[in-house]
C-alpha cells in the first residue's frame, strides 16, 4: 500500500488550499482515509476523515466549516478542501489509510487506526 499527499503550499491568512491524497494498493473497500497535521512541537492531530465505502466524514472542532473532505475521481483519491485558512492551520499535513477494517466509532480521527501514511506535505498560513 502507498499512500502520497501533495498540494502543500505557504498562502496568506483567509486563502483557500486544496491537498490530495491518493492511496494505492489498498485490498478493499472496507478502510477510511483521513487527514492529520503536525505543527513544530505539537502532537500530531486528527484533521478530518472520510469512511469510503459509505462516505461518512468527520472534522475535529477547530476546521469544522471551514475544511471539507470529500472523493476524487480517480479510486482510492481523497481531497481536503481548506478555506478561510489561519495562522494556527500552519503544520505538516499527512495522509493516512485503515487498514482490513475502518476505525471502530468514535475513534475515526485517532493515529494509532491507521495503518498506512504518506510522507506529508507542508501547509503555511503566512500572516
Known amino acids: 500500500v502507498e499512500v502520497v499527499e501533495s498540494g502543500g503550499e505557504v498562502v496568506p491568512v483567509g486563502g483557500s488550499l486544496r491537498l490530495t491524497c491518493i492511496a494505492s494498493?489498498?485490498?478493499?473497500?472496507?478502510?477510511?482515509m483521513a487527514w492529520f497535521r503536525q505543527a513544530p512541537g505539537k502532537e500530531r492531530e486528527g484533521v478530518s476523515c472520510l469512511a469510503w465505502k459509505d462516505g461518512q466524514t468527520y472534522y475535529t472542532d477547530p476546521v469544522k466549516g471551514r475544511f471539507t473532505v470529500s472523493r476524487g475521481n480517480g479510486k482510492n483519491t481523497v481531497y481536503l478542501q481548506m478555506n478561510s485558512l489561519k495562522p494556527e492551520d500552519t503544520a505538516m499535513y499527512y495522509c493516512?489509510?485503515?487498514?482490513?477494517?475502518?476505525?471502530?466509532?468514535?475513534?475515526?480521527?485517532?493515529?494509532?487506526?491507521?495503518?498506512?501514511w504518506g510522507q506529508g506535505t507542508q501547509v503555511t498560513v503566512s500572516s
Open positions: 494498493g489498498l485490498p478493499n473497500d472496507e478502510y477510511a
Open positions: 493516512a489509510a485503515s487498514g482490513l477494517r475502518p476505525p471502530a466509532f468514535g475513534t475515526y480521527l485517532f493515529p494509532s487506526e491507521y495503518s498506512y
